[in-house]
């Protein structure tokens, strides 16, 4: 389950329009390799364009760019890059006279190791997610998301939250791509707990076609935990800081039968099981805040 942009305005107290990040990830050994390291770096770009109509719903399109940089550090010393761009297209419709809210999102994407494209690449996915408002400071949400991953289909169940405990403290997310506590510190400075889990798959062409690259463990995905600091300088400009840890975060190489090639079957030995470390993150956006209490 990868970012979505569209995704995010019907899980949050605000809507990125821009956004920007890079992670920077620790030196960390290799399990099947311990005279060889990994370290990694990772870039997200987003742009998010909503369009409301008189009733209430919402058209939306966006496109979310990743790119992530795994340096190799052993016998030998190099680099491998990994490519994901999503395309979300979505419709948030308000039902008349109720407190429900249907989110329908289309999820094209390339997962790719190259800057070429190819028809094996493409994958495609979506979202339908039940938005139930209980009353003005709690929503519950719940729903499915699928995508045609490469080594087959995968289907999530969504389980989500949008909460306004007090004037300063929010707790919002969908599990399992995310959940955060956000408080405000001062008139414009956040800080809060984060938790982002990612599962994703990369077609490898620089190999037979059919070989892959998966994030994540297999069943329990890609997970950070981070601890975030938020200032906003000037009104819907939003920079800010994070560092955490990861939980099973790895990029494990696979091929066209499933089976995982360690780095002794294959020369791609960037793409395998390393141990779990420690990254900061900084980014920017532009951003508009929906909570009522946020202050000019």
């Known amino acids: 389950m990868t970012g979505i942009s569209g995704f995010s305005l019907s899980a949050q107290p605000f809507v990125d329009l821009l956004h920007f990040r890079n992670n920077f990830y620790a030196n960390a050994p290799y399990r099947d390799d311990p005279n060889a390291s990994v370290t990694q770096r990772e870039s997200y770009y987003s742009l998010f364009l909503p369009l409301k109509q008189k009733n209430g719903d919402v058209f939306f399109m966006g496109l979310d760019c990743i ?3 795994l340096r190799y550090e052993g ?8 490519n994901a761009e999503t ?8 039902w008349k006279n109720t407190k429900w809210k249907t989110s329908f999102i289309l999820l094209p994407r390339l997962g790719r190791n190259t800057a070429s494209i190819q028809k094996s690449d493409c994958q495609l996915g ?7 408002q209980k009353s003005k400071q709690l929503k519950y949400k719940f729903g499915v998301y699928y995508n045609r991953e490469f080594y087959g289909n995968s289907f999530l169940p969504l389980l989500g939250i949008d909460w306004k405990l007090d004037d300063h403290t929010y707790i919002y997310g969908v599990l399992p791509g995310s959940l955060n506590l956000e408080y405000r510190l001062a008139k414009r400075v956040y800080t809060g707990l984060a938790y982002k889990n990612v599962t994703a798959t990369f077609r490898l062409n620089h190999g037979p076609e059919e070989y892959y690259v998966r994030e994540g463990h297999t069943f329990l995905g890609d997970n950070h935990l981070s601890l975030f600091l938020q200032v906003y300088p000037l ?3 939003m920079i800010y800081g994070a560092a955490g840890m990861t939980v099973f975060r790895r990029f494990q190489l696979y091929d066209g039968d499933h089976n995982k090639l360690i780095y002794s079957q294959e020369a791609q030995r960037a793409f395998n099981y390393s141990a779990d470390k420690s990254f900061f993150q900084l980014g920017a956006a532009f ?7 946020y202050i000019d």
């Open 235 to 237: 009104k819907n400009l």
């Open 75 to 82: 016998d030998t010393t190099y680099s491998k890059y990994i």
């Open 67 to 69: 790119e992530q940089e």
């Open 87 to 94: 395309l979300p297209l979505g419709w948030i419709h308000a």
């Open 126 to 132: 979506g979202v339908v997610l039940m938005t139930y």
């Open 287 to 293: 951003r508009i805040r929906m909570d009522k209490d």
